[in-house]
């Protein structure tokens, strides 16, 4: 591991008097929240970033800000303004180039900034997993037009995935059948990812046995020098295109997980900087294919927030900040199961929590969202148990006892 991007620290200072780490989070979601809490744990100054006000990770940092993030110039202003000693990105819709630009004028960006724009492309994703880290992944295809579409879609075969190029948690993804939905699809995926791009990528579809993502840790050791720490499998399925459930471990054959193992350690390799990076895989029998990766706590690591010790979150922090970990770590046989909006409209109300957290071993993490539209996250029900089956049990009749109700305040939400 070379050029790391932040320094072996044995002491951290007091926030708001100019001593504590300052970390500026862009990205004010249910991740960047729990990010937000973990790194104040461990005395770091946080201030909390979104393109909307009330954001979760707003709801508990030292103070935030209310931008648009993928501005170039509204970015750079509130990074020369504030100063931070790491700018984190916790979500896709940042300008990457700005942050290249900032990076080769001395601010530190986690993982880095190359890392962080490659893997908000996905074109430039695949080829960097192609071509460097050198990992099996599904056939694909870049297209332009929906003619390309049509004809990448023919070469590839039927099914086919059409994806856009900057997306995260299925948006902008569509399952394509058969030539008459490939218009559709290629309208969805250029025009709903979470920047509109008319690149979009055309994928073969995989039969495979599960998905799994991988929590990858590049950190230091308590020997001050850079190391790397797989986590468990963590198996995950979307019913639709959407993160819907979780659960770690998830035991497969040794041979499977230790060409897990070397995927995810390849292309965080490619990738560098300090931080934890989800590594989604597909396995198929005895084969594993590389998917996409994150770099960033995933969405599918919030059941380590019952699973292990020190979650993806705490992990993060940890290493960003230049703390050490030993790792890895004993794990608890955990599941995470999303709480949705059924509705639209501000101000959602979640009700029924008495039923959901009447079984022991639950958790609820409700993320305190403004506004809800249909199948939003508005929480997650965290379970253990003696066994992956009963705990993803508990967190999928948890979450399903929660209800999700719009109201509608007579006076507007308070701004202080």
């Not at 946080?46 to 935030?64: E, G, K, L, S, T």
């Not at 290249?100 to 986690?110: A, C, F, Y």
């Amino acid at each position: 591991m070379s050029n790391p991007p932040v320094a072996f620290r044995e002491r951290i200072g007091s926030p708001l008097v100019g001593t504590a780490p300052r970390l500026l989070l862009l990205g004010s979601g249910e991740l960047g929240r729990e990010i937000a809490i973990e790194a104040m744990r461990l005395g770091a100054e946080v201030i909390a970033v979104d393109r909307y006000p009330h954001a979760p990770a707003m709801q508990v940092a030292h103070r935030h800000r209310v931008l648009p993030m993928t501005d170039p110039a509204e970015l750079r202003a509130v990074v020369e303004q504030e100063r931070p000693d790491l700018i984190v990105p916790e979500i896709e819709q940042v300008a990457t180039d700005e942050l290249v630009r900032l990076e080769s004028e001395g601010w530190t960006v986690i993982p880095n900034a190359e890392a962080t724009r490659i893997t908000m492309d996905r074109e430039r994703l695949r080829r960097r997993a192609v071509d460097l880290a050198r990992v099996p992944t599904s056939r694909f295809a870049v297209v332009r037009s929906r003619t390309e579409a049509h004809a990448a879609a023919r070469e590839i075969g039927f099914p086919c995935l059409f994806k856009s190029m900057m997306s995260s948690s299925g948006h902008g993804m569509t399952r394509v059948d058969a030539p008459t939905q490939v218009d559709a699809a290629y309208a969805e995926a250029s025009e709903h990812g979470r920047v509109p791009d008319p690149r979009v990528m055309v994928e073969e579809f995989l039969r495979f046995d599960r998905e799994v993502t991988m929590l990858t840790l590049r950190h230091y050791g308590p020997d001050a020098r850079p190391a790397t720490t797989v986590l468990d499998p963590i198996a995950h399925v979307r019913p639709g295109t959407l993160y819907h459930e979780s659960w770690q471990p998830e035991r497969l054959p040794p041979e499977v997980e230790a060409e897990l193992d070397r995927v995810a350690r390849r292309v965080t390799d490619s990738l560098g900087g300090f931080g934890i990076f989800g590594v989604e895989c597909f396995v198929a029998g005895r084969r594993v294919y590389f998917s996409e990766v994150s770099p960033r706590p995933h969405d599918t690591g919030l059941v380590t927030l019952g699973s292990q010790w020190n979650s993806e979150f705490a992990l993060h922090a940890r290493a960003i900040l230049g703390l050490p970990y030993l790792g890895p770590e004993p794990t608890t046989p955990a599941a995470a199961h999303v709480i949705l909006a059924t509705g639209s409209g501000p101000a959602p109300e979640l009700g029924g929590l008495g039923d959901a957290l009447a079984e022991p071993g639950v958790r609820l993490y409700l993320f305190g969202k403004p506004e809800a539209y249909p199948d939003r996250r508005l929480g997650v029900a965290v379970a253990r148990g003696a066994t992956v089956d009963e705990a993803r049990r508990r967190a999928a009749e948890a979450a399903h006892a929660v209800e999700a109700k719009i109201t509608y305040p007579s006076e507007p939400p308070r701004t202080g």
